[in-house]
């Protein structure tokens, strides 16, 4: 693996006006927009005349859904879908989502972005109650506690309210009804979420760029702790659960969203070109040219280069070809595939003094690799800047970092950091700055957990993902 950060997942529904047989191939283009978010698995269910059809897989959505398997899936008015990457364990397909029950009173279909963070001791109480399990992810548990309210009430809305004031921690989810589509984000907003129109379709996602590549208008993010409704091209909307601290994950915007995606009102790209010019503010350097790692450190080193005047260069060549979660089994295989990743353009690096900006450390061994690759291809100096501050604590949201002794700027000082890795000089973009780049961008709460072991709502004292895997 390339010891980055990993998102867990990317969700996206449609309810269109009339049934029509292209909606699976519509939420595969929805998909495939919001790929970056997961590249383990991936699924779609529709819904037709009540009944609710699914396929889903380990895989790619291009290779999970071949022309063959889309025919096979029957025309429909909703469908929802999902890409996922777990955090911890073994892939499974009986993980993959979306998840699909059948009970007394219809059918229901859940995607889910995010984490629980009261999943450990739910699930305790419903396998007392005799619930059974079949699955190591905590979407089932969000599953087993919808279906057990919808018994008790009158309505799938009150269900899904009855659940919002059980379940805790990050979740953005879409649940599909036998009539009706709901979209639900917890009331911190860990996770993003959002709403357009295609024509007088309704879509819902993870991010806006898998609206803008379908052509579809954005209408605008949803709200923490808001419920939305659609039924009969009828959108209904309340904020159940009005937060009081919001906590946007600040990844979202450093790593995790793609750059052409809006997310609360703040655009990506923006963001990220401000982080790398408040770099170049904090941290002077003598060099000859600004480069990024591709692709997530790009935006920020245009930033910095900007600020600086030092001019932006490429230095590297990433193959299209290796996904972001590429795994192998052994050591020396995921050396190499670093190599096999990302090419240094020789003719560009060598003889030159080089700021090369990524958007986090977080184990350290890769941004190793890579200013070794560089210094054999001939460069003078690297000197690393890193759009956010040092990574120092868990997450319990929906990202795989579970333990401090994985991180190493909670190991090591950022001079040991240095010279673990090797650069010429290193800097981190200060907590203040990145405090200041919010209140530029009018970022309306942001979590910071990872950098300050302060998080917006109380976590468990420990955290077991080999249990729950999202």
Known sequence: MFNKLKEECGIFGIYTKEEQKELTSITCIGLSALQHRGEESCGIAINKDKNIYYHKDIGLVSDVFSKQVQDSLPEGKMAIGHVRYSTTGISKKENAQPMVVRHKKGNLAIVHNGNLTNAVELKKELEENGAIFTTTSDT????????????????????????????KGAYSLLIMSSAKMIAVRDPQGFRPLCIGNLGEDIILASESCALDIMGAKFQRDINPGEIVVVSDNEVKSENFLPNEKKGLCVFEYIYFSRPDSTIDGINVHIFRENAGRYLAKQSKVDADIVAGVPDSGIDAALGFSKESKIPYDIVFIKSKYIGRTFIQNTQNKRKKLVNLKLNPLKQTVKGKKIVLVDDSIVRGTTITRIIKTLKDAGALEVHIRVASPPFVDVCYFGTDVDKKDNLIANQKTIEEIREYIGADSLEFLSLESLREISKECKVDGLCEGCFTGKYPIEVPESIDKQTFEN
Do not use: Y
């Open 140 to 167: 089932e548990i969000i599953c087993h506690i919808i279906v057990r309210e919808r018994l008790k009430t009158n309505s799938i809305e009150q269900a899904v309210k009855n659940t919002m004031k059980i379940i």
